[in-house]
């Protein structure tokens, strides 16, 4: 960026270059400086005095490290801009910033309506702590769509989707879902971490606040936990001062290593989607692969909804194997040679693991009949995948044990 761009005119892949950069700001740094800071002195009594209603006015200027830094600017500035939301704030971790949002517009009395097919560690969330503080969590079947309407109370305040789902990949009907809840009167909440600030655009579709686990492709290296929460201007406030009350904030490496993730972020997601739709379309040929969850194959569940909203699709899906047991599993995922067993994605490697959420699922019947892989395709050949994929298979064929 030479001179002051107005990034919004830019399409996208300029954007994630371009925005929350300012070099000459910083002595034409191509990058923003990492701030290690706490404590931000005044030169004056009235510069001190002034600092107390800053947010009102809408700048960004320093009075304190947890309150926002230029390093913290830098990323939130350029998720709101790629999600095309307001403004964004950054949080220690993805799960930090669901709950974060959750508790922004929640209060005891109130009513969630939640996603059956939501992350894990949200559902927790709720069941625990929002449940001990008095808010009630109601689980609703993901392809509900406009009948979100027969599960709207009164109180119910927040109506928190998850497209697709990252353990089932259910693609949910925004838009629909958004209509509703929003004309009750309901704040639409999205983890969008799946399709990232690239792939869904929340607020073109309804969404009043879109959560980011940043710590899967804005990072994308597997080295740094981060989350950001992007807000609508209405959103703004409430979401900005529960935030204050917290104490939340990200540290200033990870902020910084997060904003670099970001501007190779569109590269390397063409590259993940371009090697899953290919390991999809393969497995989908397989004998022991029963149907395969990606939104972005045709034919597979969600994908009418997916082409209708989705830009593209990133590289986590997932896949049903005919029935078998937990031993053959074993001895596919064993002998792995590029696929890792390990939680979390979107970093630049290929990951493996079995997909155990069948116990938690309360609002619809479990609809799968043999075991669940999740698979994240990285950036390695896709050939070499593919042959490490062949192997696990036979070796889960010709198990005998
Ligand atoms: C990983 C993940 C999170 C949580 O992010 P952390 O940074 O690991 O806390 C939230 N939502 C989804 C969909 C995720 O995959």
């Known amino acids: 960026m030479n001179k002051k761009t107005d990034s919004s005119t830019l399409r996208e892949d300029s954007k994630v270059v371009v925005s929350g950069r300012d070099p000459h700001r910083y002595g034409g740094m191509v990058n923003p400086p990492v701030y290690h800071v706490s404590t931000v002195l005044s030169e004056t009594f009235e510069q001190l005095n002034s600092t107390d209603n800053i947010e009102d006015s809408g700048t960004q200027k320093m009075t304190y490290g947890r309150m926002?830094?230029?390093?913290?600017?830098?990323?939130?500035?350029?998720?709101?801009?790629?999600?095309?939301?307001?403004?964004?704030?950054?949080?220690?971790?993805g799960l930090g910033a669901i709950t974060g949002a959750l508790l922004a517009f929640l209060k005891a009395g109130d009513h969630l309506l939640m996603t059956d097919s939501v992350y894990a560690p949200t559902r927790r969330f709720c069941n625990s702590l929002l449940k001990r503080f008095g808010v009630e969590t109601t689980y609703y079947d993901p392809l509900i769509g406009a009948d979100i309407r027969s599960m709207l109370r009164p109180n119910t305040t927040v109506v928190f989707t998850e497209s697709p789902g990252s353990h089932t990949f259910e693609v949910q009907d925004i838009p629909a879902i958004a209509e509703i809840a929003r004309r009750h009167g309901s704040k639409v909440l999205m983890d969008n971490t799946w399709a990232s600030p690239l792939f869904f655009k929340p607020f073109e579709?309804?969404?009043?606040?879109?959560?980011?686990?940043?710590?899967k492709y804005i990072v994308g290296h597997s080295d740094v936990m981060l989350g950001t929460v992007t807000a609508t201007k209405e959103a703004w406030p409430e979401l900005r001062h529960c935030t204050w009350h917290l104490g939340q904030c990200a540290g200033p490496d990870d902020l910084y290593l997060a904003q670099r993730g970001l501007r190779t972020m569109s590269v390397r997601l063409r590259q993940h989607q371009a090697s899953a739709l290919l390991i999809a379309e393969w497995?989908?040929?397989?004998?022991?692969?029963?149907?395969?969850?990606?939104?972005?194959?045709?034919?597979?569940?969600?994908?009418?909804?997916?082409?209708?909203?989705?830009?593209?699709?990133?590289?986590?899906?997932?896949?049903?194997?005919?029935?078998?047991?937990?031993?053959?599993?074993?001895?596919?995922?064993?002998g792995m040679r590029l696929f890792g067993?390990?939680?979390?994605?979107?970093?630049?490697?290929?990951?493996?693991?079995?997909?155990?959420?069948k116990k938690l699922r309360t609002a619809v019947p479990w609809r799968f009949e043999g075991p669940l892989l999740r698979i994240h395709i990285g950036l390695e050949d896709v050939e070499d995948l593919k042959d490490d994929l062949m192997d696990g298979l036979e070796r889960l064929r010709n198990f005998r044990g």
């Open 68 to 93: 926002g830094t230029p390093t913290s600017w830098a990323l939130e500035n350029a998720v709101a801009e790629l999600e095309g939301g307001h403004r964004s704030l950054a949080f220690s971790s």
């Open 205 to 215: 579709h309804g969404v009043d606040v879109s959560i980011q686990a940043g710590t």
């Open 283 to 334: 497995l989908q040929t397989r004998p022991e692969v029963r149907q395969v969850l990606y939104p972005a194959l045709p034919g597979a569940p969600g994908h009418e909804i997916w082409k209708r909203d989705f830009l593209g699709a990133s590289g986590l899906f997932a896949f049903e194997l005919e029935s078998c047991t937990e031993k053959a599993v074993a001895s596919m995922l064993d």
């Open 341 to 357: 067993m390990g939680y979390s994605w979107g970093g630049y490697e290929s990951l493996l693991i079995p997909e155990n959420v």
